[in-house]
């Protein structure tokens, strides 16, 4: 019993990293249809600034986790670079397809990039202690303090994302955006500001993922964010993309596939269940969870 | 004698071509066969080339002539690597040949490609079934998930091994017994592999110039007004993701002719090396969408750079911020990815076939359009 | 006429979307070579009409009767093989292709040969491919577009963007030629050539056509027979002269 529910805390810890992430890869598919491959990269991105910026804070007398601010910066900036360098071009030119291909080199360029440079290079670095160790016992289940931390910013940072989606004039321009671009650029909406936000908090939030990420597994690397970013698209897509509680299901259940695969069958199985889930989601319904099926006009 | 078509024609000089080419090959190759760079660079070399030559063709006809992006397509490549290889394996341990030797081997070499293929092609099939009826993003992230899961069972499989074929209970070099090739079995079959590219390219140009082809561009360009031409669009698309799947496990099997041992984190789709579903891509859009001469053309250069790129002696000479960058070849990819696809969304050549017999007529149209641009340009100048 | 079989038949079809009910209890029967118009106004459900024949809907009730044969859970391609063919609206070319390909795609169900005469470009092949073409440049010929067989489909004016889509459509050997406003956005010169081509083709095939059109005095200058439907509904049948004395026809289209 008590390794049951200590697989269901882990799966939910790593189901809220997952639903953090893939709420950055749901907004931009949400407005603009873009599967963004390169958000996995923009989680090392944020790893690699709180390898620097960590000890900064400490030095400032902080706790560690605080550097997770300038982290989001960081990764905000990436984000909006990627968009106008990038992505805004190709849309204005080329068809979906060519859309995908790019995000898919941005990817790539990320990634090597921060090989190229010196101060990273290509060997994984380790992370300093994020939370303060150990937990709480409970019987015999232990609840270690990142977990509580990870799931607690994670559940505090969508409810902040989801009021501010519902319930601010950005946030509904976001969705006026998402909805119908011809119409909101009629309402006097300035759709490509709308868009760089959406990149810049969704590149923000994939900061966030990344302090959670390396509180659990304190090690950076270059390519850490292409499998994580691939399953956090997957809980995206499990939930109905483009819906944010979709991404926040979608993340916990993908989570919690995954520890129950890990603990249960196999670990090295992890990986074939979480996708084999999602092609029967999208065999099934291809819209997702929560989603709705559109079909095309004719 | 019958009286040949343009077409006719040009079939009968492309053929001249390629079997003069061929015989040149193996005369130059019974010449130097034995010696230096010959047999240690370009002959390793070019079996290289030859299967990346068919992979990116191979992809062509789903990214560039059905109009769909698939993501898996190195699963499918890894299928026909482990195939051939454990295939070879299997038929040294029951003696059917020795020392890769004698007419049985050369016989067991191709029932292995062939193996390669149609077990890909079979799981293509598998996989086409279900995948198929999605479209766009969805299906490149089902592809995607499809070639993750393949080659996490490849992995899982106790006669693969996580570890590479070397290492798993198959624990034999493929060198030593199977179909693994040291660069002199690779000179000495070198006409092997040139004999499948060959083969594969033709074949995969036949399917294109068909009607095949026609559907199939047909349902890139709009399927709903091909299904209401009577194009039966999924059985259409299935076929061509089996047919591409087909030629990736072909590739495979050269590949597995290429290496020691196999380990499927070549495969992979987040890995840096240059097998990556990603870098086929990279081929197949820089010679244009829906242009198998292109991808041909492409998957040589490609290689070649990336090859100068990483031993050139010229690359010592440049500034150290440069040869930086060419320590990670896949930045300068990705670079030159996102600058073509910003100016020619349909890649280098888009969807142009080059052709010996109408080389004249293309260079001819070619300069003449050039020069009407040109002509146009100053007319517009003039004009303030 | 009444004991031969009708090419198409329709029997209470209709399609829901949601709550919204597009199209309802729609009948209609049109014999071999008769002209049939489908008019309405915007957004009435004339289009959502073809799409029910034509498979790319599925209908929430009724069922499509193609020469005796009824169609219910079928695709597009299989309509197609029944003898139903179709242009859009909003033209959906091969765009990327060259007129003489966009005619011989449409040819595929019909060609006899497999991947392995492909393959080896046997004589199969080469007779095949060569009956296509001839027969694809008389289609274009009849459309008025045989000079412009090797230019790409996009590069064509609108006008003759709309005759390939005819011939495309004639290629597939259909008994029922859905035309989709052939003539929105023609000036009067295209409009009367298309008229000459579609006199041609009824001529020459002997095929049915049901025809969508705003361009009234066309449509009562060559239909013989006019079905009006407004909100999914059929509210008045018969000859153009009566269609055009209606008072309801007159009420739906003035929008009281």
């Known amino acids: ?298 | 004698m019958k009286k040949l078509g343009r077409t006719g024609q040009g079939y009968l000089l492309n053929t001249i071509i390629i079997v003069l080419l061929f015989t040149a090959a193996q005369l130059v190759t019974a010449a130097f066969g034995g010696e230096g760079s010959f047999k240690l660079v370009l002959v390793p070399s070019i079996w290289q080339c030859c299967y990346l030559m068919i992979l990116a063709a191979s992809l062509n006809l789903v990214l560039g002539f059905l109009g769909q992006l698939s993501l898996g397509h190195c699963g499918f490549m890894a299928v026909g690597a482990y195939t051939a290889a454990l295939l070879s394996l299997a038929c040294e341990r029951a003696e059917l040949f020795k020392d890769k030797e004698g007419v049985v081997f050369i016989l067991v070499l191709f029932a292995c490609v062939l193996a390669a293929g149609i077990l890909s092609a079979l799981i293509g099939l598998l996989v086409g079934i279900p995948a198929l009826r999605l479209k766009g993003d969805y299906l490149a992230i089902i592809t995607l998930g499809f070639g993750m899961i393949i080659i996490n069972i490849i992995n899982n499989l106790p006669f693969c091994g996580q570890d590479g074929l070397a290492l798993g209970s198959a624990a034999a070099s493929l060198y030593k017994n199977g179909l693994g090739f040291g660069t002199k079995s690779k000179v000495e079959f070198l006409w092997a592999a040139l004999l499948v590219t060959i083969i594969s390219i033709t074949l995969m140009f036949m399917f294109v110039r068909s009607k095949y082809g026609r559907a199939i561009r047909a349902i890139r360009d709009d399927e709903i007004a091909a299904a209401a031409s009577g194009i039966n669009t999924s059985y259409y698309k299935v076929l061509t993701f089996a047919y591409s799947a087909f030629f990736a496990g072909v590739a495979g099997a050269l590949y597995s002719c290429t290496n020691a041992t196999l380990s499927t984190s070549s495969f992979a789709f987040t890995n840096g090396g240059i097998l990556n579903s990603t870098f086929i891509v990279v081929m197949v859009v820089l010679g244009g969408m829906g242009s198998i001469t292109g991808s041909v053309a492409a998957a040589v250069i490609m290689f070649f750079i990336n090859y100068q790129i990483k031993n050139g002696s010229w690359v010592d000479a440049l500034p150290a911020a440069v040869q930086a960058v060419f320590q990670y070849p896949m930045l300068v990819y990705a670079i030159v990815l996102i600058v073509v696809i910003m100016f020619r969304p349909r890649g280098i050549f888009g969807s142009y076939e080059f052709s010996l017999i109408n080389l004249k007529r293309d260079l001819k149209a070619a300069l003449e359009r050039r020069a009407a641009a040109r002509s146009e340009r100053k007319e517009a100048r003039s004009n303030g | 006429m009444a004991e031969k079989t009708p090419v198409l038949e329709t029997r209470k079809l209709g399609i829901s979307f949601g709550g919204l009910k597009a199209v309802n209890d729609f009948n209609i029967k049109i014999y071999p070579g008769e002209l049939v118009g489908l008019i309405g106004p915007n957004g009435a459900g004339k289009t959502t009409v073809f799409n029910l024949l034509t498979g790319v809907y599925a209908p929430t009730e009724g069922t499509v009767i193609l020469d005796g044969q009824p169609l219910n859970g079928k695709k597009t391609y299989q309509f197609v093989a029944a003898g139903v063919a179709r242009t859009f609206q909003n033209i959906r070319l091969f765009r990327n292709m060259t007129v003489i390909e966009n005619v011989k795609a449409a040819f595929t169900k019909d060609v006899g040969y497999n991947l392995f005469h492909a393959s080896f470009r046997t004589k199969k092949f080469w007779e095949t491919e060569k009956k296509l073409t001839d027969k694809a440049m008389e289609l274009l010929d009849i459309c008025g577009l045989a000079d412009k067989a090797d230019v790409l489909a996009s590069s064509l004016p609108y006008g003759r963007q709309r005759k390939l889509e005819i011939a495309r459509a004639l290629a597939t050997d259909m008994k029922l030629l859905l035309l989709d406003e052939p003539a929105a956005g023609m000036n009067p010169t295209e409009t009367a050539e298309l008229l000459e081509c579609i006199n041609t083709i009824r001529k020459r095939f002997g095929v049915a056509i049901l025809l969508i059109e705003h361009d009234m005095s066309l449509v009562m200058n060559i239909c013989q027979w006019i079905q009006v439907i407004d909100y999914g509904q059929t509210i008045a049948s018969g000859l153009p002269e009566e269609i055009a004395a209606n008072p309801r026809v007159i009420a739906a289209y003035l929008g009281e």
């Not at chain 1, 501010?164 to 909101?184: I, N």
């Open chain 1, 1 to 298: 019993m008590s390794t049951f529910i200590q697989t269901l805390i882990v799966g939910i810890r790593l189901g809220s990293v997952y639903a953090l992430v893939a709420l950055g890869y749901t907004m931009v598919y949400g407005i603009i249809r873009l599967i963004n491959f390169a958000h996995g990269d923009f989680i090392m991105v944020g790893g690699y600034t709180m390898i620097f910026t960590v000890p900064v804070a400490l030095a400032l007398g902080l706790p560690a986790w605080a550097a997770v601010a300038a982290a989001a910066v960081v990764c905000a900036l990436v984000g909006m670079g990627t968009e106008l360098i990038a992505y805004r071009p190709v849309r204005k030119k080329g068809s979906n397809m060519t859309a995908l291909i790019t995000a898919i080199a941005m990817s790539l360029f990320l990634e090597n990039l921060a090989q190229a440079i010196p101060a990273i290079g290509p060997n994984p670095k380790v992370a300093s202690q994020i939370f303060a160790p150990g937990g709480i016992e409970i019987g015999t289940v232990t609840l270690e303090y990142t977990t509580i931390f990870t799931i607690i910013i994670s559940a505090v940072v969508m409810l902040l994302l989801y009021w501010f989606t519902q319930r601010t004039r950005m946030g509904r321009a976001m969705r006026c955006v998402a909805e119908d671009k011809a119409a909101a650029t009629l309402m006097g909406i300035n759709v490509n500001n709308t868009i760089l936000l959406t990149f810049a908090i969704g590149s923000g939030l994939a900061a966030v993922a990344a302090l959670m990420y390396m509180a659990q597994y304190p090690r950076i690397y270059t390519t850490m964010g292409s499998l994580l970013g691939l399953k956090a698209f997957v809980s995206a897509v499990l939930g109905g993309i483009g819906i944010i509680p979709g991404a926040v299901l979608g993340g916990v259940v993908i989570g919690l596939v995954e520890s129950f695969t890990t603990s249960y069958i196999s670990s090295s199985m992890a990986d074939t269940f979480v996708f084999l889930i999602l092609i029967i989601v999208l065999v099934l319904k291809p819209a997702g969870i929560m989603g709705k099926n559109v079909g095309e006009k004719v």
